[in-house]
Structure formats: structure tokens, C-alpha cells
């Protein structure tokens, strides 16, 4: 009899498991991403994870502008906005001079929901002229 309970109890949990198994799609936001390997978006359940967009500039400030800009458009295509994003990696080729471009990054949130974020200063990026590459986890409602 407990045999019997415990593959009742087995078969049941493995079933919950495999009806809550998360949905995964994969977003292609450019040709190129078949060509190295990897997706602009992957998207799970109701949360999605946009890999990094790299950004050159003549200066920090343009490159900043351009990853948001860039970001607003992808959360857009996806029916989000930046109040949904809870996680932000941003890795950067000069820390002093995204500092100093804080104000421009901050403009970008609505009503100050800044998210968790993380920055690192790399000696390059995959492209040698980007300056500012930007990762971000959202939340979906």
C-alpha cells in the first residue's frame, strides 16, 4: 500500500511539474543574431529577457540616447514600458563618462521606476566602436 502512495504522489508531482512548465519563445530583432548564435529576445512566460544592445556614439551621451531609444522601441513591440523592466545590466568601455550621462539614462524611466541595475566598465565590446551595451530583464503584467 505505501508503494502505491508513493508513485501516486510521484506521478502526481512530476504532472503539476510538467503543467507549469514555462513557455520559452525566442525573438530574432536582426539577421545577424542567426549568424552568431543567440536571440534579441527570449521571452518566458510574462517575462522577457532583451540581450544586450549595443550603442556607439561620438560621445557617452549619444550612445546612451541611442541604447533607450533602441530599448523603448523593443518594450514597445512587446506592449511593454520601462516601468516593467526590473533588472538592467549595463557594460561600458568608459564608467566616468556614464556617470556623468546619468541624467540621460534616468530620463528614459517614467516616474523615477528605475530598476535593479548593475554597471561594468570592459576594456571592448563585440563591436570595437560601441561604447555602451544594455541588457535588461521585464516583467510583463
Known amino acids: 500500500?505505501?508503494?502505491?502512495?508513493?508513485?501516486?504522489?510521484?506521478?502526481?508531482?512530476?504532472?503539476?511539474?510538467?503543467?507549469?512548465?514555462?513557455?520559452?519563445?525566442?525573438?530574432?530583432?536582426?539577421?545577424?543574431?542567426?549568424?552568431?548564435?543567440?536571440?534579441?529576445?527570449?521571452?518566458?512566460?510574462?517575462?522577457?529577457?532583451?540581450?544586450g544592445i549595443a550603442c556607439a556614439g561620438k560621445t557617452m551621451e549619444e550612445a546612451v540616447k541611442s541604447c533607450y531609444t533602441r530599448a523603448q522601441e523593443i518594450l514597445k513591440k512587446f506592449n511593454a514600458t520601462s516601468d516593467q523592466i526590473i533588472k538592467e545590466t549595463v557594460y561600458t568601455t568608459d564608467i566616468e563618462a556614464l556617470i556623468k550621462a546619468i541624467p540621460t539614462r534616468k530620463s528614459f524611466f517614467n516616474q523615477r521606476q528605475y530598476p535593479a541595475a548593475t554597471w561594468v566598465q570592459i576594456s571592448r565590446l563585440y563591436s570595437p566602436g560601441d561604447l555602451l551595451e544594455v541588457e535588461l530583464i521585464v516583467q510583463r503584467k
Not at 15 to 39: C, F, M
Open 1 to 51: 500500500m505505501r508503494t502505491i502512495l508513493l508513485f501516486v504522489l510521484l506521478i502526481t508531482s512530476l504532472t503539476a511539474v510538467a503543467e507549469n512548465k514555462p513557455t520559452i519563445q525566442r525573438h530574432h530583432l536582426g539577421d545577424w543574431e542567426k549568424e552568431i548564435g543567440y536571440s534579441g529576445v527570449a521571452e518566458v512566460n510574462n517575462q522577457l529577457f532583451i540581450s
